[in-house]
């Protein structure tokens, strides 16, 4: 008797079920170089954070946001791949995981407030491009988000469907962030009148 | 600790991480985890992680652009 072998194209292998997605579009622009001065302050920081409770494994990562993919990726892999001992596992990550979303935050937090100092230097003229650029970035940051959002709830069913539904209603609180906005610099600014 | 209870702190510990999700919202979510089966849960969460990188990759992304920017116009000024 023939067996029937399955046809798989190039792009799919068996564990792909357990794969992220492609990347969602859209993209938002590359990063230009960096002012030397602002790039120093920042390798300044990141040089005082611990990216892991483990010392071995500093230095271990480009930058906290590399250090936080991959616990989040471990954590993902422990519960899709359900292998033998993954929940004592995934219980031992968690320590992990609060210690570098703690890094991570703050890596997010000082840098947008390095960049919130820059904003604050800009002559009153630059202002206005620079808050209608700051919009157009918020929009793509949500609308990545909203992406992410739809997929997840494309690829489920039933009681998870819904969950992803009512995540989904939420977007502009969902993608908002903790960040303080150019338009809080300017506002403050303002009232300050220092340069006005 | 059972495998249905460490799910749904699971789905919490992801949701936490959310910054900008408001309190009302978290809860809401949680209520619909109760009636969940182990299988619901770890469907849920897989996807959960996916959008947690998303999104802290969207919050690097952002900052890193507004970061540019201000260079750009810095030397385009000089």
């Known amino acids: 008797m023939k067996l029937k072998q399955k046809k798989m194209t190039t792009h799919q292998t068996p564990e792909d079920k357990n794969q992220y997605p492609e990347p969602i579009a859209p993209k938002l622009p590359e990063s230009l170089a960096m002012d030397p001065k602002i790039q120093t302050e920042r390798d300044n920081i990141q040089g005082k954070v611990l990216y892991s409770s483990k010392p071995e494994e500093e230095g271990k990562f480009a930058n906290p946001l590399e250090a936080y993919k991959e616990i989040n990726d471990q954590q993902f892999a422990e519960i899709a791949e359900g292998k033998p001992g993954w929940f004592q596992r995934a219980l031992t990550n968690r320590e992990l995981l609060k210690a570098r979303k703690k890094t991570v935050t703050d890596d997010i937090l000082n840098k947008n407030e390095a960049a919130n100092r820059h904003f604050s230097l800009l002559h009153d003229k630059q202002i206005k491009d620079a808050l209608k650029q700051e919009t157009e970035l918020e929009a793509l940051k949500k609308e990545k988000i909203k992406a992410a959002v739809k997929t997840a709830h494309a690829k489920t069913t039933g009681k998870v469907q819904n969950f992803f539904a009512a995540l989904g209603g939420a977007p502009a609180a969902f993608a908002a962030g903790a960040i303080n906005t150019w338009q809080n610099v300017r506002d ?7 340069h006005n | ?4 209870k460490f799910l749904k702190e699971e789905v919490e510990l992801v949701l936490d991480s959310f910054e900008g999700l408001n309190k009302d919202k978290k809860e809401e979510l949680m209520i619909q985890t109760e009636n969940m089966t182990e299988e619901n849960l770890l469907e849920l969460l897989k996807n959960l992680y996916r959008i947690r990188r998303d ?10 652009a507004k970061d540019g920017y201000l260079t750009n116009l810095n030397t385009s000024n000089e």
């Open chain 1, 188 to 194: 403050e600014r303002k009232k300050t009148n220092l």
């Open chain 2, 1 to 4: 600790m059972d495998k249905i």
């Open chain 2, 55 to 64: 999104f802290i990759q969207a919050e690097y992304d952002i900052v890193n």
